[in-house]
């Protein structure tokens, strides 16, 4: 049973920067791709960056620039740095990976931005 875990989320001012984690039980390396996603209220939920096996990495063209996602090889963990917050960046970040044609997700963790 694949386990996700994220951490990091907060409040934080317009402006301000967070640094999301998502922790996974086993290798990061053994799925095919990895990803953090939002969902605002009344939203649905929307991809934010996406890194595939091979490196290739892309991101959701609201964050581009300002979100940079990135794997922790030490700590066995995919991170995402949020800089330049913006109130329209609140939302419940997920992180989710995909591995053998089956994805799993996260819990989500609660990032709030004040404006």
């Known amino acids: 049973q694949v386990q996700l875990v994220e951490a990091g989320g907060g409040l934080v001012q317009a402006g301000g920067s967070l640094r999301l984690s998502c922790a996974a039980s086993?290798?990061?390396?053994?799925?095919?791709?990895m990803s953090w996603h939002r969902q605002a209220p009344g939203k649905q939920r929307e991809q934010v960056a996406i890194?595939?096996?091979?490196?290739?990495?892309n991101y959701a063209d609201s964050v581009k620039g300002r979100f940079t996602i990135s794997r922790d090889v030490g700590k066995n963990t995919l991170n995402l740095q949020m800089n330049s917050l913006k109130a329209e960046d609140t939302a419940v970040y997920y992180c989710?990976?995909?591995?053998?044609?089956?994805?799993?997700w996260g819990q989500g963790t609660q990032v709030t931005v004040s404006s």
């Open positions: 989710a990976a995909n591995r053998d044609g089956l994805g799993y």
């Open positions: 086993g290798s990061i390396f053994s799925f095919n791709q």
């Open positions: 890194f595939i096996r091979g490196g290739s990495i």
